[in-house]
Each structure stands twice: as structure tokens, then as C-alpha cells.
């Protein structure tokens, strides 16, 4: 059967990999090196200098772009370096409309380094397509989108998103690292360009910084090759290799991160000291039937705000647990929770979290593949006072 047939749940084992032509190896090999021999002057096997290719990077393009429904993959040092990658394709003058409670550091990059090139970010309220609509111009290069959100779990309508990319001739770039493909396919709602911050669930482990593009368009994909060549910005073969290794066991980890995040949600909606609780699956939330509709499942990021939304409060809290790891990032095997505008949100300014409802009482939690009953003892205990 050709691989490329082949279900998700095998991709993952299998996309973009076959065995090591030169020695059988059946993992892709870690090819640590930077240059490779010529026969002669331009004669060589696909691979002349590590920035430009590399092997154990191509292989993991290769899958990245398979898991997305597409020929197109790329791989860079970390996932603010693969949305850098994607910015560069801009000129001065051209616009991008994005969601108003965008990652952090995405927020950043926008606006401290790439507003002083000439572009302009316009950060809109993206469940409302209305709101999306009345900020496109024909200047409007890039839809950037993100779901679900960070941290407050917000659904956008990504096939919504792609009919407004089209009216104006805009890429629909989606940033899926929350979601995986596991649970969302953006490419196949009409998405151009889907990104990861493969630090998070791809790598799964909590043991490397890389990130990924998924590119639908031949001359698109062309345009990102030249400017990964270009800038540099790529990752190493050993965290390419990790990568690939952990992707082996994405559907698997998803499933238990899907299961463990609907227990954890489910037990905070109904504890006296937790005043609300955000993760797409539930039924009464605005963005539930676009979550039905374009999710798999509703994935393991559940945030929630103590009762008096007291900065000391939730700084009790996530000190307490002890199952829970305090610490940024997330989408590792280990659970770990965070306080957004302390850590993950810092960088933006204290009126636009408020805005978005990142308040100081507002914690958020990676909930990981460990025993689920352990995670609500865990939560049961911090919550204890
Ligand atoms: C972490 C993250 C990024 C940035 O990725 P890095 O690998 O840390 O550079 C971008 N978007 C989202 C949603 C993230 O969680």
C-alpha cells in the first residue's frame, strides 16, 4: 500500500520516513553533519550544505507535511522562527488581521520587530467574522489565526476564515500547535500555510524547541524554502530526529490528553472555589458547534479562574501543586500548569489582557497523560483553602 494512503494513525509511524538507503537503519538516521561529498563540481545526491538540506530535517518536512494533508513541509529552529519564515514573504505596506488573543510571543514578534519594517497588525475579535471582514483592505496579505486560543480557548471558524482569505486574495495562515492535526486538518478548510510550535505536542516530550510549516501551494512553498535558505533559521538534526520520534506517538498521546483534559475540565466547572472554566467541549460554550465541526476531539488545554480572581490566589494555587509542574510551554507527556499574564502573556500590555479576559486570577493548565485520578487529587489539594 503507498504510504502516502496511508490512515493518520499510521502516518505518524511511517510519513515521509522509509529506511536509510546506505545502511537499512530503519529510524531516519541523525545526520550530524554540515556538508556532504560531490562527485564533481554540482554533482550530489540532493544534499549539498546542512542549511539548505538535510536529511534528517527533509525527513521530518516530509512527515509534518504528510500528517497536514499536503506534499509541502518545513522545519525551523523554534515556532517563532518558522511564523519569522512566514512575515518575510510581506513588504512594506501590507497588513495582517489576527486574532486579539494571540500567543504571546507571536504578539511580540508582530509588534517589537516586524512593525518597524512597514507592516501593520490589526488584532480583531475572530469569532466574530463580521469584525474580521470590516478589518480587511486590499492591503491584507495574511489572515493569521489561531485555534484554539491562548489561553482563553476560543473557537474561530477556520473554513469562515478562508472564504474571507479569498475574497481579498490573502493567505490563511493557521496556527494548529494547540490543536495538532491529530484533532484539526486546517489545510483541508481551506487553509494556505499551517504552523506548529513543534516544542509543544509534536515533539510531545518537554525536550526540544523546533517549529513547522505545512504549506498547501507549490510556488508558496517555494517562496518559504528560499527564505528558510535565506535566513537560516533552521533546526538541528538531533531535534529533527526527536521530533520524528516523538510524532511517532502523537494519536496515541492525544487520545489520553483529550480524555485526562475533559476530566480536569469537568471537575473545575464543578468546584466551589473555581469561578469559570474555558475548553471547546463544552456544550454551552459560543464556540462548541464550530469545535464539533472542525475538531476531532476537544484537546487537554483547559484554563480556569479562581473565585476572586486574586493574583494571590492563583499564585497559591499553582505553588501548591504538586503533580502539576509550574513552568511555561506545555503539550509534554508531564502536566504543567502556568499563570498567563504573569508568564506566557507578560509581554502584552496589562489593557489588552484584561480585554481578553486574562485576568490575574486566570491559571492555565497542560494536562498531561498521567493517571487522571491523579491530576484531580492534585487539583483537589491546591484548591484546598
Ligand atoms: C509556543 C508557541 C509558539 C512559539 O513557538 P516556540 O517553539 O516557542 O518558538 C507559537 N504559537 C503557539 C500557540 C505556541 O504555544
Not at 484539526?184 to 509534536?202: E, F
Not at 505545512?214 to 510556488?219: E, M, Y
Not at 476531539?297 to 494555587?317: E, H, I, W
Request: include cysteine.
Amino acid at each position: 500500500m503507498a504510504k502516502s494512503k496511508l490512515h493518520f494513525n499510521s502516518l505518524t509511524v511511517h510519513g515521509g520516513q522509509k529506511p536509510d538507503e546506505s545502511t537499512g537503519a530503519v529510524m531516519t538516521p541523525i545526520f550530524q553533519t554540515s556538508t556532504f561529498a560531490q562527485t564533481a563540481p554540482g554533482q550530489h545526491k540532493g544534499f549539498e550544505y546542512s542549511r539548505s538540506q538535510n536529511p534528517t530535517r527533509q525527513a521530518l518536512e516530509k512527515s509534518i507535511a504528510s500528517l497536514e494533508g499536503t506534499e509541502y513541509g518545513l522545519a525551523f529552529g523554534s515556532g517563532l522562527a518558522a511564523i519569522d519564515a512566514v512575515l518575510k514573504m510581506l513588504a512594506p505596506g501590507d497588513q495582517v488581521v489576527s486574532t486579539n488573543d494571540l500567543y504571546g510571543g507571536t504578539y511580540r514578534l508582530f509588534t517589537s520587530q516586524f512593525q518597524k519594517f512597514g507592516l501593520d497588525f490589526q488584532f480583531v475579535d475572530m469569532q466574530n467574522p463580521e469584525e474580521v471582514e470590516a478589518a480587511l483592505t486590499e492591503r491584507t496579505k495574511i489572515i493569521w489565526v489561531e485555534t484554539p486560543t491562548n489561553p482563553m480557548m476560543r473557537v474561530i471558524d477556520i473554513a469562515a476564515m478562508a472564504q474571507l482569505a479569498q475574497k481579498v486574495k490573502a493567505l490563511l495562515v493557521v496556527d494548529n500547535t494547540f490543536a495538532t492535526p491529530y484533532l484539526q486538518q486546517p489545510i483541508g478548510l481551506g487553509a494556505d500555510i499551517v504552523m506548529h510550535s513543534a516544542t509543544k505536542y509534536l515533539g510531545g516530550h518537554s525536550d526540544l524547541v523546533l517549529g513547522t510549516l505545512a504549506v498547501k501551494d507549490a510556488k508558496v512553498a517555494q517562496q518559504l524554502y528560499a527564505i528558510q535558505n535565506s535566513s537560516g533559521a533552521v533546526c538541528g538534526p538531533m531535534d529533527a530526529f526527536l521530533t520524528l520520534r516523538g510524532i511517532k506517538t502523537l494519536h496515541l498521546r492525544m487520545q489520553r490528553h483529550c480524555e485526562n483534559g475533559r476530566a480536569v475540565a469537568q471537575y473545575l466547572r464543578n468546584h466551589p472555589q473555581v469561578d469559570a472554566v474555558y475548553w471547546p467541549g463544552f456544550e454551552d460554550q459560543p464556540g462548541y458547534p464550530i469545535a464539533q465541526r472542525q475538531m476531532k476531539d476537544f484537546g487537554g488545554m483547559v484554563s480556569f479562574r479562581v473565585k476572586d480572581d486574586q493574583l494571590k490566589t492563583a499564585s497559591k494555587v499553582v505553588s501548591a501543586l504538586q503533580v502539576f509542574t509550574l513552568a511555561e510551554s506545555l503539550g509534554g507527556v508531564e502536566s504543567l500548569a502556568g499563570h498567563p499574564a504573569s508568564m506566557t502573556h507578560a509581554a502584552l500590555p496589562p489593557e489588552e489582557r484584561a480585554k481578553n479576559g486574562i485576568t490575574d486570577g486566570l491559571i492555565r493548565l497542560s494536562v498531561g497523560i498521567e493517571d487522571a485520578q491523579d491530576l484531580l487529587a492534585d487539583l483537589e489539594q491546591a484548591l484546598k483553602f
